[in-house]
């Protein structure tokens, strides 16, 4: 059975770190591009960062650019996402996400490209 499993959210204060991670069950990870989501109260999911399957490209939205940093570990079914100089705007239900079938998505910050969730970890930044 395929699942995302996300751990490391928490509360932090602004300019603190948080990682990430993302461990999946139920099929190889190196044949998955994955993305990390956020949804903050309110307002619709956002695609925050993608590592892509068979070159390692990576992307991110512009609003977390320089600031976090998406890496994986095939041989740890792992995907993990640093958060540094986190702000009050990061806060939010972090997903870990994989589309339906293997490769890249055309648009990999897209929600909609993809098919499996995680059920989610909270981040809270705030003084």
């Known amino acids: 059975q395929v699942q995302l499993v996300e751990s490391g959210g928490g509360l932090m204060q602004p300019g603190g770190s948080l990682r990430l991670s993302c461990v999946t069950f139920g099929f190889n990870l190196d044949l998955y591009t994955i993305g990390w989501f956020r949804q903050a109260p309110g307002k619709e999911r956002e695609g925050v960062s993608a590592?892509?399957?068979?070159?390692?490209?990576?992307y991110y939205a512009d609003s977390v650019q320089g600031r976090f940093t998406i890496s994986r570990d095939n041989d740890r079914n792992a995907v993990y996402l640093q958060m540094n100089n986190l702000q009050s705007e990061d806060t939010g239900v972090y997903y870990c996400?994989?589309?339906?079938?293997?490769?890249?998505?055309?648009?990999?910050?897209?929600?909609?490209?993809?098919?499996?969730w995680g059920q989610g970890t909270q981040v809270t930044v705030s003084s």
């Open positions: 590592i892509s399957n068979s070159d390692g490209n990576t």
């Open positions: 996400a994989s589309p339906a079938v293997g490769g890249r998505p055309a648009r990999p910050l897209s929600r909609y490209n993809y098919k499996k």
